[in-house]
Each structure stands twice: as structure tokens, then as C-alpha cells.
């Protein structure tokens, strides 16, 4: 129902409006992780990286897609006070979110992980009176409490085989730590490239790329092994250590990179939806008050 200009807004349509603009928000920061370029063998708006089964509008599409699930969340989070019937909910939610992605994509696997990390992150934007630290801290909470749906689960993911076999901490132990790649590496690296004048799309990458410098992705683990892995980390340390992508050094470094992961058919999925993810928090609690200079 719509409220007049006269009629006073309820605190229950208060939450509302804001819990839109938060889904809206998980669907911008998916859209613009998957149009940045040039990451490194990563689907972007120059075309499908290391994937012969996605590209830019795929990815854009399950983006949409997957708005009204976030939604969702938010709204079962602030109207559900008991964490646990909390986590059963958005466990529902997040499946179904899932297949409706599957749907989409006939079959492709474009945001699995985001659904998580972004479901969780949402989730936890729903209180208002907070910090990164306490929304991350919230976050942690959350992923900790057991989902009883999944022990009926069968099948492991790709991510949770890469898990088991090479002995790393996956997107569920990240979030449980309240996701500290994103807090110690991703958003100061962000906000320092913001600072010395690097572009935005600069900004981002050297986000990007400060996670894929010190995150175990299972997505590459899984695609291309402990080779995969290293070279990822070490090139992407490298382009940093060159002044990131806004110098020339840089972005032959980065070019280099890429190279390499091409070759071994390396994508580093995982540091991509923490990508996603920190944008969402960076829009929160940043650009949001910096009369949307970033929001671009």
C-alpha cells in the first residue's frame, strides 16, 4: 500500500524501504564486480577469462535474478529475533536462491558463493546502529550457527572438495572469521588507492587483487591445483608490489598475470564474490556519505 504525503511512515515501512535499498545495493555490487576490467582471467566486459560457459550478460542476469532473494533475507532478519530460526530461514532462502540462479544461467554456477557471503552480509546490514566491525562480527555469528538442512546434504561443492583435499579453509570457515580478507586486506586497500588519486577501476582491482595476494580461492584450487594457487597469489602480490594497476609496471604485471592463469585455466572465483562483498560494505558505510563519487 502506498503512503500518502500527509499519512506518517510506520517504523515496519521504515525497515522496508531500507531493506530494498539493501538488496538493491547486494545488486549493484554484484553488477559492478562483474563489470570491472581487466581482471585477470576473470569474466569482465572484455569477455570470459579463464570460462567457456559464462560471460558479462550471463553474469548480469543472475545478478537480477537474484535481487528478490536478498530481499527476502533482510526482511526475515529484521522481523526474526532468534538467530537460530534466523539461520534455518536463510538457509531456505539461499537454496532457493540458488535454483533460481540455475535457472537462469541453464545450468551455470555464477554466484554460489556470493549468495552466501552477500546473504550473510545482508543479513547482518539490518541493524542499523553499526560498524564494519560489528557488522562483520554479526556476520561470523551467523555463518557459526549450523544449518540443520545440511545434514541431509549429499553431494560436496567443487569448493568443498578443494576443501578436503588440499587441507583450506573454504567461503564457510571465511565468514565464520568474519571474513578477514575483506576487513584486513580488501577495503584499507581500496580506500589507500582512493586516497593517492589511483582511478576508481583502479581501486577496485587493487582490491581484488590484495585478496587473491593471501586467500587459499578454492574456485582455482579446484580448476588448476597448488600451481594455480601460487601463481595467483605471487602475481597478484607482484602487480601490488609494482604500485598496483594504476602504474605501468603494474598493469604489465597484471597483464602477466593474466597470462599465466589463462594458461592453467585458473579463475580466482572466490576472490571475486569477496570483491562483490566489499563493495556492498564499501557503499554502506563509504560512498554513501561521500555524495555517491564512487557509485558509479
Given at each position: 500500500m502506498m503512503t500518502t504525503i500527509n499519512s506518517?511512515?510506520?517504523?515496519?515501512?521504515?525497515?522496508r524501504f531500507s531493506l530494498r535499498y539493501l538488496s538493491?545495493?547486494?545488486?549493484?555490487?554484484?553488477e559492478q564486480e562483474a563489470r570491472l576490467s581487466p581482471k585477470p582471467a576473470l569474466v569482465d566486459s572484455r569477455g570470459s577469462g579463464a570460462h567457456k560457459d559464462m560471460h558479462l550478460a550471463l553474469m548480469l542476469a543472475s545478478a537480477n535474478t537474484l535481487e528478490p532473494y536478498f530481499l527476502r533475507m533482510a526482511q526475515t532478519a529484521a522481523f526474526e529475533s532468534n538467530d537460530t530460526k534466523l539461520r534455518t530461514q536463510i538457509g531456505l532462502i539461499?537454496?532457493?536462491?540458488?535454483?533460481?540462479m540455475l535457472q537462469t544461467t541453464q545450468g551455470v554456477n555464477t554466484h554460489r558463493g556470493a549468495i552466501w557471503a552477500l546473504g550473510l552480509l545482508i543479513v547482518a546490514a539490518t541493524t542499523h546502529d553499526t560498524t564494519i566491525e560489528r557488522l562483520l562480527s554479526r556476520a561470523a555469528a551467523i555463518a557459526s550457527i549450523e544449518d540443520p538442512a545440511l545434514k541431509t546434504t549429499q553431494a560436496l561443492s567443487k569448493g568443498q572438495q578443494a576443501c578436503r583435499e588440499y587441507q583450506v579453509a573454504g567461503a564457510r570457515e571465511q565468514a565464520q572469521q568474519g571474513f578477514p580478507h575483506i576487513q584486513q586486506q580488501a577495503l584499507p586497500t581500496l580506500w589507500e588507492s582512493r586516497a593517492r588519486g589511483d582511478a576508481e577501476s583502479s581501486a577496485r582491482l587493487n582490491a581484488l587483487l590484495a585478496i587473491m595476494a593471501t586467500l587459499d580461492d578454492t574456485c582455482v584450487l579446484s580448476r588448476s591445483g597448488i600451481s594455480g594457487l601460487v601463481t595467483m597469489q605471487t602475481g597478484a602480490a607482484e602487480?601490488?608490489?609494482?604500485?598496483?594497476?594504476?602504474?605501468?609496471?603494474?598493469r604489465q604485471a597484471l597483464r602477466q598475470l593474466e597470462?599465466?592463469?589463462?594458461v592453467l585455466n585458473a579463475s580466482a572465483g572466490g576472490a571475486a564474490d569477496l570483491l562483490a562483498a566489499t563493495l556492498f560494505i564499501d557503499r554502506l558505510f563509504v560512498s554513501s556519505t561521500s555524495n555517491n563519487k564512487y557509485q558509479q
Open positions: 506518517p511512515i510506520t517504523q515496519r515501512d521504515q525497515k538493491q545495493s547486494v545488486t549493484w555490487a554484484l539461499g537454496r532457493e536462491a540458488e535454483k533460481a602487480v601490488l608490489n609494482a604500485g598496483g594497476c594504476n602504474t605501468f609496471t603494474g597470462r599465466e592463469l589463462l
